[in-house]
């Protein structure tokens, strides 16, 4: 990988990251179909490129997070139910995530019916989302946060191991299913890419032992942060005017229909 595909791919990863797209798709098909990387590599690239945004959202959240810390041990505090969500929630997408990345690492999916997946659960994605808050089920405080909504949310957290099966997108749209604002929903599913990101981090060179951390990767990642702070930012004082539905839809109409291109060219 070059100094130009990283930086590329950087951009990409920073600015999806937060959307209800899948970074970890879109990286590893321009990855896979641009820069003509092996399959393997762009899963590799892609998990790695997370660290960026990781590093993004401690940044942006970095007093939310101390304060978190600080008054966990405050029996009934909102700083503890929010601590309990994602410890619960963390651990539930580690369940489901990693027997998933072992998967995703070991079989490779033709690139045609690869890209045409990751269309088709962009396009569900979309309609989950539309579903949730057309149905009137949003508005509950962080103060009602429950058990069994982290298990939830982590659950669906943990799907986003797949490549196409976008985190934020699908984290988001559970959580305005529970019934949560639009606001404390993006708040929540940002701060849960915190310690699940930071776990597969630590799991990449387990997973991909010929995995190499390169000087142009160095910068991709710097990238991504750089990139991911500017577009979580924005994405947190716009939410309310951003239409996450019609671009989900139309991205996933757009990669099902070049995966039908593909899958004709027998590419």
């Known amino acids: 990988m070059n100094y130009f595909q990283a930086i590329v791919l950087g951009i990409i990863q920073g600015t ?53 810390l600080g008054n966990i041990f405050q029996k009934d505090s909102l700083s503890q139910k929010v601590f309990l969500f994602l410890l619960l929630s963390t651990l539930m997408s580690g369940i489901i995530a990693f027997p998933l990345l072992f998967f995703v690492f070991l079989v490779e999916i033709p690139k045609a019916l690869f890209t045409i997946v990751i269309g088709l659960l962009l396009v569900i994605i979309a309609f989950l989302q539309k579903k949730s808050c057309g149905l009137g089920l949003c508005g509950k405080s962080l103060e009602f946060l429950k058990i069994q909504d982290s298990l939830i949310v982590g659950m669906v957290q943990g799907f ?22 639009l606001k404390d929903a993006f708040y929540l599913s940002f701060l849960m890419s915190i310690p699940i990101v930071f776990l597969a981090q630590i799991a990449l060179p387990i997973l991909q032992k010929e995995f190499i951390i390169t000087i142009p990767l160095l910068v991709g990642t710097l990238v991504s942060g750089l990139v991911g702070f500017i577009s979580i930012k924005a994405l947190m004082e716009f939410a309310q005017k951003v239409s996450f539905f019609k671009a989900t839809l139309t991205l996933g109409f757009i990669v099902v229909f070049l995966g039908v291109i593909l899958l004709f060219l027998n590419y």
Not at 26 to 54: K, P, Y
Not at 160 to 179: C, E, H, N
Request: glycine fraction near 6%.
């Open 16 to 68: 999806t990251e937060w959307l209800p797209i899948s970074s970890q798709a879109m990286v590893f098909l321009f990855s896979r179909f641009f820069f003509d990387l092996g399959h393997i590599e762009a899963i590799g690239v892609s998990v790695w490129l997370h660290s960026g945004t990781l590093l993004a959202a401690v940044i942006y959240f970095w007093k939310d997070i101390l304060r978190i």
């Open 160 to 181: 986003a191991a797949l490549p196409g099966f976008s985190r934020s997108g699908s984290t988001v749209a559970m959580l305005l299913f529970l019934k949560y604002s």
